[in-house]
C-alpha cells in the first residue's frame, strides 16, 4: 500500500507566474541572456528608511517573536496609512498585519467562508484568486467581461452573480493583470450592495498608488456606512518595492472578522518577522517621495512598452492605469497562452505570463517593471518571433538566431 495525498494537494494547481520565474531563472542560471518580463516586484530599489530600520534592528541583537497580529508599532503605522488614504480612523484590534498581502486575504478565507460558500470576482484576476477560495472550501464564482467590453465587467454582472451561498465579493484595482481601475460608480455600486446585503467586500488594494496620468484609484470606504463588511487589505511589497519583507494587512470594523483571521494567523504562521515589521512600519513613517519616484519611473516604462507593442500587428492591448502590468491579446498569433508564453521563452528568450491563468486565454501578461532597456528589447525580440513582417535574423545576447 502507497501513500497518497489529500483531495485537496491533487486539485490545487501550481502557480504560473512561479512556474515562469523558475524556468527563466533555470535558463539565466544556463547562461541565456533571458530577458523577464514576467516578473511581479519592482527592480525599484528598497527605501532608506526600510534598510536603516532594518540595520538598527539587527544590531540590536534582539530578533525574537513578534505579536502574533502584527507589533504596536507596525499597526499604528497601518492606522495612520488609513486614516490618510481611506478617511476612517481604526483601533489597533482592527488591524491584522500578516506575511503579505496574500496571507492577510488567504486568513480572511478560512476566517469567513464555510465549504459550499461562494467568493465572486471579475475576470481577469489575480492567478491565486481560484486556488485560495477553493482551498478555503469556498466555490470561486468568475464574471467575464460581455462581448465587445475587452476587460471590463460592469457592476450589474457583479451584482446578478450574487446568490444565496454568495460570502464574499473580491476587487482588485488597480487589477493585476489587466491595470485597469474600477471606476467611482462600479465602486459605489459593490460598495453599498454589499453592506445592505450583508456580503463581505474585500478590497484587494495592494496597487492603489501606482496608478498614472494623474488619476486615483476610488476610495471604497467613502461609500460605506458602518464598513463592517468591507475588508481593505494593503502592503509594502508592490508600493515600495519591498516585496522581500513579505509584509501586508488587513484593516475592517468587524473586530470578530479580524480576531478570527488572527487565530487562523497564529495557528499557522504564528507571527511575522519582528526585522520585516519594523522595516515596514519605517517604510509607511518615511519619506514618501519614493512612491512618486517609483510611479514617474513606472509610467515612463509603461510607455516605452506600449509604444513597442503598437509596432506589433494584429495585437490588443487597453492602456493600464495603474501596477507595473500591460495584458495583450495576442489571439491572432497564437489563441493558446500557455503554447504562445512557451515559445516566446524558447525562441526569444523573453518570459511572460499566459493569460489563460488570468481567466483570458489568448492573453499574455507583460510586466514593465523591469529597467526600460529591457523592456524595449524584450517586445523587440517579441515582435520579431511572431511578426513574418520583422526580419528573419536577429541578435540575442551574442548569438545571431533565425526565426524560421
Request: charged share 20%; glycine share 8%; net charge neutral.
Amino acid at each position: 500500500m502507497s501513500v497518497s495525498l489529500s483531495k485537496l494537494a491533487n486539485t490545487v494547481g501550481d502557480s504560473p507566474t512561479l512556474k515562469i520565474n523558475a524556468k527563466a531563472r533555470a535558463l539565466k542560471a544556463a547562461g541565456e541572456p533571458v530577458i523577464h518580463l514576467g516578473g511581479g516586484e519592482p527592480t525599484y530599489p528598497a527605501p532608506q528608511a526600510a534598510v536603516d530600520a532594518i540595520i538598527q534592528k539587527a544590531q540590536s541583537r534582539r530578533i525574537k517573536y513578534s505579536p502574533s497580529s502584527g507589533t504596536p508599532e507596525m499597526k499604528k503605522a497601518v492606522l495612520d496609512y488609513t486614516e490618510k488614504h481611506y478617511g476612517r480612523r481604526y483601533e489597533p484590534a482592527n488591524v491584522l498585519v500578516s506575511a503579505g498581502a496574500k496571507q492577510a486575504l488567504f486568513n480572511f478565507l478560512l476566517a469567513a467562508v464555510d465549504a459550499g460558500d461562494e467568493v465572486v470576482f471579475p475576470a481577469p484576476y489575480w492567478v491565486s484568486y481560484p486556488e485560495m477560495v477553493r482551498m478555503a472550501g469556498g466555490t470561486p464564482v468568475i464574471v467575464r467581461p460581455e462581448a465587445g467590453r475587452g476587460l471590463h465587467v460592469r457592476a450589474e454582472q457583479i451584482l446578478k452573480a450574487v446568490t444565496p451561498k454568495t460570502k464574499a465579493i473580491l476587487i482588485n484595482s488597480p487589477c493585476n493583470p489587466s491595470g485597469q481601475i474600477y471606476g467611482e460608480d462600479f465602486i459605489q455600486t459593490i460598495v453599498e450592495f454589499a453592506e445592505k446585503n450583508d456580503i463581505f467586500l474585500v478590497m484587494d488594494d495592494i496597487y492603489h498608488q501606482l496608478v498614472f496620468d494623474g488619476k486615483k484609484t476610488p476610495n471604497p470606504a467613502a461609500y460605506a456606512k458602518n464598513a463592517h463588511n468591507l475588508v481593505i487589505i494593503n502592503g509594502v511589497s508592490k508600493l515600495y518595492g519591498l516585496t522581500g519583507l513579505r509584509i501586508g494587512w488587513a484593516v475592517c470594523a468587524n473586530k470578530d472578522l479580524i480576531g478570527a483571521m488572527g487565530r487562523m494567523q497564529a495557528q499557522s504562521t504564528s507571527c511575522n518577522s519582528d526585522l520585516s515589521e519594523a522595516a515596514a512600519a519605517a517604510a509607511l513613517n518615511g519619506d514618501q517621495s519614493v512612491v512618486k519616484d517609483l510611479c514617474r519611473i513606472l509610467e515612463e516604462n509603461r510607455d516605452a512598452l506600449l509604444q513597442e507593442a503598437a509596432a506589433i500587428p494584429h495585437v490588443r492591448v487597453e492602456k493600464p492605469a495603474g501596477t507595473f502590468y500591460s495584458f495583450i491579446d495576442f489571439s491572432h498569433y497564437n489563441a493558446d497562452s500557455n503554447a504562445l508564453a512557451q515559445y516566446l521563452l524558447e525562441k526569444a528568450l523573453v518570459a511572460v505570463v499566459p493569460g489563460e491563468a488570468f481567466g483570458a486565454e489568448g492573453y499574455l501578461r507583460i510586466s514593465y517593471c523591469a529597467d526600460k532597456a529591457s523592456i524595449v528589447e524584450g517586445m523587440r525580440r517579441i515582435r520579431w518571433a511572431l511578426d513574418k513582417n520583422a526580419p528573419n535574423e536577429i541578435k540575442i545576447g551574442d548569438k545571431l538566431v533565425a526565426r524560421d
